[in-house]
């Protein structure tokens, strides 16, 4: 996990501003204020294969500055 973790924060510094570790197998992306939610969920969808591999199981949680949940997906969807 915090490998993973290491990983999206390498690769979206700009837009988060942490993540939170909910449970081993749940986290929660918390955006910096002004980041487009949708848009930042759906990118990271398109290219979370290039992060995790297939055969993990997470659930990822989009949450926006104001600590609302926007979106949430599993990655073996």
Do not use: C, P, W
């Not at 290491?6 to 993540?19: A, G, H, V, W």
């Amino acid at each position: 996990m915090e490998k993973i973790i290491t990983q999206l924060q390498s690769k979206y510094n700009n837009e988060i501003d942490r993540i939170e570790t909910i449970d081993k197998s749940e986290i929660s992306i918390v955006l910096n204020n002004g980041v487009d939610s949708a848009a930042f969920s759906q990118e990271l969808q398109n290219h979370l294969v290039e992060i995790i591999d297939e055969l993990t199981i997470l659930q990822i949680n989009i949450v926006d500055a104001k600590g609302n949940v926007k979106d949430r997906f599993a990655t073996n969807q």
